[in-house]
């Protein structure tokens, strides 16, 4: 039988604003920019190239009209595209804001402890690789904890293994050293996981 792979949809489109309207800002200048070089490419290679030839022809007047209702119609254009271009920018900017808003929101629930989260993006967004580092960072940080809460409620058994071998009289001096060294040992094994790890204060 079988089963149905579920797929993750993200509902919202305007996910983080401040970087999606600086996206969408961003190619809305590059298109101005765009239109505005590209008409005056037009207006001074046309006028180079084909104002002392048509200038006996058409008045000066003329041409200097047509060069202009060409560059107006361009802006026009650029208006009229307008919707279009800040739709085409959410979509874009949806599959990089999208995965930054989940990471940050599951980094947040990471540094209050939760390591058994996953980051679970769409096919078609961005930041895969960052995202699956974090994954494989939480994935090695729980099985570090795991082990090291291991060793410490090992660590927990012995010193209570010693704490019995000295109540009892007269104290088995021979059960109290193996405890000992089973103590040292779990302490070296502790600090050697921790070792790893550099801290501010390290």
Known sequence: MSSKKSVFRRKRFLIKRGLQFRYIGMIFALAVL????TGY????TGWTLL???LASVYPQGR???VFKAANIALIKNLLLISPLIFILGVLFSHKIAGPVYR????????????LALKIKLRSGDELWDMANIINDMTEALSKTITLDKELA????KDLDEIKKAISIQPVDTSRVQTALADLETK???LNSSLSKWSTSTS
Request: without cysteine.
């Open 187 to 189: 302490i070296s094994e």
């Open 41 to 44: 490419t037009v207006f001074a």
């Open 153 to 156: 409620s090992q660590l927990t």
């Open 103 to 114: 990471i940050e929101k599951s980094l947040y629930e990471i540094s209050k402890g939760n």
């Open 34 to 37: 765009a239109s505005i070089v």
């Open 51 to 53: 104002g002392a030839k």
């Open 63 to 65: 041409l200097i009209y």
